[in-house]
């Protein structure tokens, strides 16, 4: 076994102890933290992949952002854990038989001989000058650059609608009018009211 192999194992060892950790804990914090540990050891997998910038991109977008608003949004809002856990036992029958279908077809894919996997050839060793970045980026833009397009759009809308859900109209929130805000004119705002001065005693 070569170190590339024990570092694979102890990555993916690490990844699904700290996975298995995140679905099982019961605090939503250390849930977090586990979560981060796990795209920590993702970016490491893909390092043995030669996929640097992947690997990069996973720890700056979300180790770097996405986990720290979940972090700071976990710890600042006031969650019942006792109500979060009301539904366990009503949902666990389909989470089992959800979990169990994944099983089932992580078990077909790593049967490679049953699928021809075997046969296939491995990817020839790139050469030292070799760019990732550049190879990628000349794949997103050429040949799947409709479907880049797509997801760019899809999230996109799914911004807007985030955006409209939290600007929806609310009886317990008292909000700004911009249009009468701009229609306002002087006269409405100030009023002088002339006062005679006053004498020195």
């Keep these: 076994m070569s170190f590339q192999d024990i570092v694979f194992y102890f990555f993916a060892t690490v990844l699904v102890i700290s996975a298995l950790g995140v679905v099982t804990s019961r605090n939503p914090v250390y849930s977090a933290l586990l979560l981060v540990l796990?795209?920590?050891?993702?970016?490491?997998?893909?390092?043995?992949?030669?996929?640097?910038?992947?690997a990069i991109t996973l720890v700056l977008v979300y180790v770097g952002a996405v986990m720290v608003l979940f972090l700071f949004v976990?710890?600042?809002?006031?969650?019942?854990?006792?109500?979060l856990r009301e539904g366990f036992w009503k949902w666990f029958p389909f989470g089992a038989l959800?979990?169990?279908?994944?099983?089932?077809?992580?078990?077909m894919v790593l049967m490679g001989g049953q699928f021809g996997l075997d046969e296939m050839p491995?990817?020839?060793?790139?050469a030292a000058d070799y760019?990732?970045?550049?190879?990628?980026?000349?794949?997103i833009y050429t040949e799947y650059v409709y479907a880049f397009e797509l997801a760019a759009v899809i999230l996109l809308?799914?911004?807007?609608?985030a955006i409209a859900l939290?600007?929806?109209?609310?009886?317990?929130?008292?909000?700004?009018d911009p249009s009468k805000q701009v229609a306002v004119k002087r006269e409405d705002r100030i009023r002088i009211v002339p006062m005679a001065?006053?004498?020195?005693k």
């Design 38 to 54: 796990s795209f920590v050891t993702c970016a490491g997998l893909w390092l043995l992949l030669e996929a640097e910038f992947l």
């Design 197 to 200: 001065p006053e004498k020195k």
């Design 98 to 107: 959800l979990a169990l279908i994944l099983v089932v077809q992580l078990a």
């Design 157 to 161: 809308v799914a911004m807007v609608a």
């Design 122 to 126: 491995r990817p020839p060793a790139q």
């Design 166 to 176: 939290t600007l929806r109209n609310r009886t317990d929130k008292r909000s700004p």
């Design 74 to 83: 976990v710890m600042m809002l006031d969650i019942n854990l006792d109500r």
């Design 131 to 139: 760019s990732n970045t550049k190879a990628l980026g000349l794949l």
